[in-house]
């Protein structure tokens, strides 16, 4: 049974940075793409980040390219994401999803999410 666990959400202030880690278990997922959702208050999920098996093949919203960096350790079965110079409109619930199609992950049509982690930035 696939399990996603996420970390490292919290509050920081505009400008800060945070890292999410994302643990996944239930089998091995080197070769599934790995990936980054977010859900504001009142507002429809929305695709962050996302990264093939490899790594060297990664995906990113408009709105968080340049500031957000997403990556892996298949050894570990864990992505993180960077997330730099945030803003108050990153707030928001971030949920790790995986997938072993590319395009089926970055459309957000995977049963596989996590349970999400809160990320308030303060302006």
């Known amino acids: 049974q696939v399990q996603l666990v996420e970390s490292g959400g919290g509050l920081v202030q505009s400008g800060g940075s945070l890292r999410l880690s994302c643990a996944a278990s239930g089998r091995t997922f080197s070769t599934w793409t790995m990936g980054w959702f977010r859900q504001a208050p009142g507002k429809a999920r929305e695709f962050v980040a996302a990264s093939k098996w490899s790594g060297s093949n990664t995906n990113y919203a408009d709105s968080v390219k340049g500031r957000f960096t997403i990556s892996r350790d298949n050894a570990k079965n864990t992505v993180y994401l960077q997330m730099n110079t945030l803003k108050p409109e990153d707030t928001a619930v971030y949920y790790c999803?995986?997938?072993?199609?590319?395009?089926?992950?970055?459309?957000?049509?995977?049963?596989?999410w996590g349970q999400g982690t809160q990320v308030t930035v303060s302006s």
């Open positions: 999803a995986v997938h072993p199609i590319w395009v089926r992950l970055l459309r957000g049509e995977t049963d596989y």
